[in-house]
């Protein structure tokens, strides 16, 4: 069996790379409701691109870059299942290849009633510096769920991170709401949805 390694692309590359993959695999044309209730003319199924296995490396890559260019000092990167999960799990990869140790985590929806009745699961998260992902957010519900689970673990969030802004006002709700920057890789305009 052969092995073969592959090199991560420059940063604009694998960004504009990853532009390419949302626009084919992931925004799809057409009414619909989206999870915050709202309606709109298309959705972004970002799932078809985070759990596709080119453009899973380059999530990791392009978010991992952003927080860095932001200054963002973090220990694990995670949010509220489902949408966040791959997001994270890309980024602990990139970071894993970079030789950076960072972990993920996974935030439920409501707290866990039997076991140990925990609401983030993975690597404990008290104390640590965490940044909240999302693949795209509409209101900024899911991910201030998710700031709210974290500071009751004991975490010190330090930011929200988001593949691509709606531009609907969730940006400015977190940062309102949980008094952190909320960076986002693309905004709807870069995807040719203005």
Do not use: N, W
Request: aromatic share 4%; proline share 3%.
């Amino acid at each position: 069996m052969t092995t073969q390694t592959q090199t991560a692309p420059d940063s604009a590359a694998a960004r504009e790379r990853l532009r390419e993959l949302i626009v084919e695999l992931a925004v799809v044309r057409g009414r619909v409701t989206l999870a915050s209730g709202m309606e709109a003319d298309y959705y972004i199924d970002l799932r078809r691109v985070t759990l596709q296995h080119e453009a899973s490396r380059l999530v990791g890559q392009v978010m991992l870059e952003l927080l860095d260019d932001a200054g963002i000092e973090f220990d694990a990167a995670g949010g509220l299942t489902m949408g966040a999960d791959p997001v994270g799990s890309a980024i602990m990869r990139a970071a894993g290849d970079a030789g950076r140790p960072i972990d993920t985590f996974v935030v439920r929806k409501a707290q866990k009633s039997y076991g140990m009745g925990r609401q983030v699961e993975g690597p404990s998260v008290e104390g640590r510096r965490v940044v909240v992902v999302e693949d795209t957010s509409t209101t900024g519900g899911s991910a201030l769920t998710a700031v709210e689970a974290l500071q009751r673990a004991g975490a010190e969030v330090v930011a929200v991170a988001i593949i691509v802004d709606r531009a609907t006002g969730a940006k400015e709700r977190i940062e309102e709401s949980a008094g952190v920057p909320c960076l986002y890789a693309f905004g709807k305009d870069e995807l040719g949805l203005d």
